[in-house]
């Protein structure tokens, strides 16, 4: 983490009430003494793009420490650059250059979701999980329940249910996290980003691996079926398919699985009804001759207007 990236957070430790970081001089360990901590922001390396910087590590060196802290036993947890880290294993360094701040648990994860909120390849997907997990761990609550706040905070500001949570002390610290993010208000978060979290697994992995748009994303999740929904996705990707022709082929995908599942259901009932004994049951056979009416109706209907 460069002095830049502690100027950008000032802000933030303003806000949060944490001293700076006071990290020492550059210093060199061994890889090996380095560990990752239990759950990290970023999920996703572009293979080709670490392969790329171990290159570059192997020929000028890394050019900026990773930063670590002390946890006992010559042992030091990864705070900030994971993909620099990875890049000099890939690259078979036995040392590597850190600096090494002195900092409890929760000051390192606020450290690690604040570099990694301000990477430059950070995708929507990635951006939304690390500005939920910030505001839960300034708000010492889980990410449901401030996704739950952030609703109750939307349904206020129009005016569906009582203000009992606007101007409340987490309400305003809030709208403080967002100010300070200088990214997005919160409620266009709610509005545009909150949604992302209710995508299918596979689209979101593929959003996360940036393979794929946001807006590209959203439209090949509207198709309900599993297997249309990931072949949809992978030809997006595979084809490069613009918006248009995805929406395209998203509207011909749920109109051909559509009509055949209804026929087959119906063929599938007409083979029930010939073996079952419902028909000795009056009362069922009364219900079942009314409902066959009915569709007797809707074939004439249909043939009248023919």
Not at 40 to 53: A, H, V
Not at 158 to 171: E, H, L, M, Y
Not at 204 to 225: D, F, H, N, W
């Amino acid at each position: 983490m460069s002095d830049r990236t502690l100027e950008k957070m000032s802000g933030l430790d303003d806000l949060f009430g944490e001293p700076e970081a006071n990290l020492t001089p550059q210093a060199t360990l061994p890889i090996e003494q380095i560990v990752l901590p239990e759950s990290q922001p970023r999920r996703y390396f572009d293979q080709e793009k670490l392969e790329s910087l171990a290159n570059s590590i192997k020929e000028v060196g890394l050019l900026e420490p990773i930063v670590v802290r002390p946890i006992g036993d010559d042992a030091y947890e990864l705070i900030a650059g994971e993909r620099r880290l990875k890049a000099c294993k890939i690259a078979k360094l036995e040392n590597i250059a850190v600096n090494i701040i002195e900092c409890d648990e929760t000051r390192a994860n606020h450290i690690r979701l604040i570099e990694n909120l301000q990477r430059e390849d950070l995708n929507p997907v990635e951006e939304t999980e690390g500005i939920l997990a910030l505001l839960a761990l300034r708000l010492s609550i889980s990410q449901d329940e401030i996704v739950k706040l952030l609703q109750k905070m939307e349904n206020e500001a129009k005016g569906k249910i009582t203000r009992n949570v606007t101007g409340s002390p987490q309400a305003m610290l809030v709208e403080e996290i967002f100010s300070a993010l200088g990214r997005m208000k919160w409620d266009s978060f709610v509005r545009n980003r909150l949604p992302l979290l209710r995508l299918p697994e596979n689209i979101l992995v593929a959003l996360r691996s940036g393979e794929i748009e946001y807006t590209k994303a959203r439209a090949i999740a509207q198709v309900k079926s599993d297997s249309d929904r990931a072949t949809i996705l992978d030809k997006a990707i595979k084809d490069s398919l613009s918006l248009e022709e995805i929406k395209a082929l998203t509207k011909t995908c749920q109109g051909e699985i559509t009509t055949p599942e209804i026929q087959l259901k119906y063929k599938e009932l007409t083979k029930k009804l010939g073996v079952s004994k419902v028909w000795e049951n009056p009362k069922k056979r009364k219900a079942l001759e009314k409902l066959l009416n009915q569709i007797e109706q809707l074939l004439d209907a249909e043939t009248s207007a023919d």
